[in-house]
T-cell receptor
Framework: NAGVTQTPKFRVLKTGQSMTLLCAQD?????MYWYRQDPGMGLRLIHY???????AKGEVPDGYNVSRLKKQNFLLGLESAAPSQTSVYFC???????????????FGPGTRLLVL | GESVGLHLPTLSVQEGDNSIINCAYS??????FIWYKQESGKGPQFIID?????DKRQGQRVTVLLNKTVKHLSLQIAATQPGDSAVYFC????????????FGTGTSLTVIP
């Protein structure tokens, strides 16, 4: 049981380049999330998904797109990278709503992205 | 937007002492709270959670206290160890915002041997 995995671990991009970050989970979780973490700030939600084929915008969605074609995978795309997107990106997943049950998110190890 | 805030950005404690990390939240509609630990270069790791129908919950060496009157959350770590050195985040879940979690900026805990 690998939990939540992210690829790549680290990437350097030039301004205007595109890339896709992959998140995979093997816990059969319904909900998946993409966050970015910047120095001195808490995790900020970019996009999330409450099930296969569904996505929704979070707090800071501009410049990013996502897809959830398979339940276990959640992709984060940057179509035209900008220096402001230099950050550490975390994926998380959790079970669907369960009355009285644990609703915590399980996080991946992160992807460090540098945009020059 | 609303945000979860922490009273202190850094905390240093002696090994063996108890640690208390505080968190304030702004939305009285939040009904689920989580504490995470994040070590350098790693993703956040779940420590303990609490629902709004509880005032206190205990885990192994950790206790979370919830004061809904003043919208305050605290994490107590007993007999703090060097391995507890990390950044600690609180997060709140507001059910009326589509199952989104909002995170505080974090408190950096340093344990002095």
């Amino acid at each position: 049981n690998a939990g939540v995995t992210q690829t790549p671990k680290f990437r350097v991009l030039k301004t205007g380049q595109s890339m896709t970050l992959l998140c995979a989970q093997d816990m059969n979780h319904e909900y998946m999330y993409w966050y970015r973490q910047d120095p001195g700030m808490g995790l900020r939600l970019i996009h999330y998904s409450v099930g296969e084929g569904t996505t929704a915008k979070g707090e800071v969605p501009d410049g990013y797109n996502v897809s959830r074609l398979k339940k276990q995978n959640f992709l984060l795309g940057l179509e035209s990278a900008a220096p402001s997107q230099t950050s550490v990106y975390f994926c998380a997943s959790r079970t669907g709503p369960a009355v009285g049950g644990e609703e915590t998110q399980y996080f991946g190890p992160g992807t460090r992205l540098l945009v020059l | 937007g609303e945000s979860v805030g922490l009273h202190l950005p850094t905390l240093s404690v002696q090994e063996g002492d108890n640690s208390i990390i505080n968190c304030a939240y702004s939305n009285s509609a939040s009904d689920y709270f989580i504490w995470y630990k994040q070590e350098s270069g790693k993703g956040p790791q779940f420590i303990i959670d609490i629902r709004s129908n509880m005032d206190k919950r205990q885990g192994q060496r950790v206790t979370v206290l919830l004061n809904k009157t003043v919208k305050h959350l605290s994490l107590q770590i007993a007999a703090t160890q060097p391995g507890d050195s990390a950044v600690y985040f609180c997060a709140e879940n507001k059910r009326n915002t589509g199952n989104q979690f909002y995170f505080g900026t974090g408190t950096s805990l340093t344990v002095i041997p």
